[in-house]
Each structure stands twice: as C-alpha cells, then as structure tokens.
C-alpha cells in the first residue's frame, strides 16, 4: 500500500491530485490547514485528513507524528500547497521585501519545513517520491518567450517562489539519491490560485502531478516536468 500526503489538498489541483491518486489505490492524506475544509474534503474522497499549515513549525511536526503513527511511514509527498501573495496592484517597483517574504513563507520556506519533517518517513520506503508543484512562471525560459502566456504577466512574488522551488528540489535530489525530487509546472489551470481564469481544467492540471507522483525508482530525479515532458527551464 502507497501512503501518500498532499499539502493544501482540499481543492483545486491538490484535490484533483488526492482524487487520482486514492483511486489509483493510494491511502492518501489530505493536508490542510483549515480542518473543517480538510475534513470535508478527505470525506469526499475517501481519504484521511491532517491537520498541516506548512508556515507553522509545530503544524508540520505535528502532521508527521500524526502520519507516522497511523501509517507507519510516508512513501510520496506532494508539496502543493501555494499563494499568490500580497501581490497588491502598482507598479513593480513598490513590491516590498515584507510582501516577498509573506509569499515565500509558503511557496519555498513551506516545501523546506514540509519536506524536512517527512524525509525520516521517506527515508523507510522501498519507493519515495516528492512532488514540488511548480508553474511556468517560474521557468526563466517560458517567462522570455513571447509565444508563451507566461511572458505577458510580469511579478516578483509568486515568479521568484517558484524559481526557487526548482533550485530547492535539484539540491535535495543530490543530497538524498534514494529519493525521487522533481518539480512540475501544471499549466494554466484554472484555480482559485488565478480566479478560475486558466485555460486548462483540473483535471488536466493535475495529470503531470499524478503522472511524476507516481514514478518507481528508476524513474528520473532533480528534473523540471509539464505534461508534455521535460520542460525548459
């Protein structure tokens, strides 16, 4: 049996993903950090809930105590959860470091505290894997390519979070070879992440999430992946 934790699993793409994944035969875990949401969701899909505010030290703790003590360890972890940010209207120019830093708390500080509590529970599978889910607005490549959406939406947060994301998950793919690291960037899915203006469903969004959460050991490590394959960086 696969024991799989999602952080921010109780809509959108971590829903979707939770939703594949427990009925590819996953016990899944919904993380969220509003417990009534949480709880509503895993009971929908048939999963478990636990409680996790991946800005929360004690929160994360708490959640690997939790996972460890019913399942007995963790064999995939999908860092979904994200913000925009404070991302208030103006020019670039007046974004402040107070704004950069409440963005990154979730989308990089997040995955690290995340990905740090449950790397002892990965550490006792046969088959690890993590999942960073990242975006295209943080690939340097498709943000300068003028045939790409991504080229026409300017940011510092959000962008420069996901850019960082893909250095994070490249280190810790060196630091631990036994484990499965990699970034994927869903697409434009529409969310409430983008006020369900994207030009993908979910349900496409989700197949590059599901489809590298699902890699076996001599799958490939440290990458970048949309749903077409290795993406530019």
């Known amino acids: ?7 921010g699993a109780n809509k959108g793409l971590g829903f979707e993903t939770a939703r594949r994944l427990t009925e590819a035969g ?7 950090r509003n417990a009534d949401r949480g709880r509503e969701a895993a009971g929908r899909l048939g999963a478990r809930f636990v409680q996790l505010d991946v800005t929360d030290e004690d929160s994360v703790e708490a959640a690997a ?3 460890r003590a019913e399942a007995g360890g963790l ?25 950069m830093l409440d963005t990154y708390d979730t989308n990089v500080f997040g995955v690290v505290r995340v990905t740090r509590a449950f790397l002892p529970l990965l550490a006792d599978s046969d088959a690890p ?9 943080g690939s340097l490549a498709a943000t ?3 045939s790409r959406i991504e080229s026409q939406v300017t940011g510092l947060t959000y962008h420069s979070s996901k850019t960082a994301l893909v250095m994070i998950t490249s280190q810790y793919a060196k ?20 006020g369900h203006q994207g030009t993908q469903t979910v349900e496409e969004g989700a197949e590059v ?7 076996g050991t001599d799958g490939p490590t440290g990458g970048y992946f949309d749903r077409t394959g290795p993406a530019a960086w």
Not at 26 to 32: D, E, K, L, P, S
Not at 183 to 189: E, I, K, L, S
Not at 209 to 215: C, D, N, W
């Open 65 to 67: 105590k939790t996972v």
């Open 209 to 215: 999430i599901v489809r590298m959460a699902t890699i």
């Open 1 to 7: 049996m696969t024991t799989t934790l999602i952080t």
């Open 129 to 137: 894997v993590v999942v960073n889910v990242g975006s295209g607005l």
């Open 26 to 32: 996953h016990t899944v875990y919904v993380g969220a």
């Open 75 to 99: 064999d995939v972890l999908v860092n979904n959860a994200g913000i925009v940010g404070a991302g208030k209207p103006g020019p670039l120019g007046e974004v402040t470091a107070a704004d």
């Open 144 to 146: 300068n390519d003028p």
């Open 175 to 194: 630091a631990f070879p036994a484990i499965r690291f990699n970034t994927v960037d869903p697409g434009y899915t529409a969310t409430d992440l983008n």
